[in-house]
Nanobody, 115 residues
């Protein structure tokens, strides 16, 4: 079984920065693409950023040039560096790890951007 655990959320003022981490306990399984998603109150979960097993990235238009996704395969860890945060970035952020047959999700970490 794969376990996915996010960390690093919190309260940050507008214009601030925050880095999220996601550790994946693979238990021998192969993980391919990984991604960050978010869900704000009353809204659907949306893709924030995604990174393939080879390092190719793609971002939602709303976070391009502000967020950076990266992964350390040796540490089985995914990161999301968030800069110039805006109130509309407030959401629960989820990590997703794609296996060969199914996807694995973490429980989420709350990010609140407010003064």
């Amino acid at each position: 079984q794969v376990q996915v655990v996010e960390s690093g959320g919190g309260l940050v003022p507008p214009g601030g920065s925050l880095t999220l981490s996601c550790t994946v306990a693979k238990n021998g399984l192969t993980i391919y693409a990984m991604g960050w998603y978010r869900q704000a109150p009353g809204k659907q979960r949306e893709l924030v950023a995604r990174i393939s097993s080879t390092g190719r990235t793609n971002y939602a238009d709303s976070v391009k040039s502000r967020f950076t996704i990266s992964r350390d395969n040796a540490k089985n860890t995914l990161y999301l560096e968030m800069n110039t945060l805006k109130p509309e970035d407030t959401a629960v952020y989820y990590c997703k790890a794609q296996g060969s047959a199914k996807s694995y999700w973490g429980q989420g970490t709350q990010v609140t951007v407010s003064s």
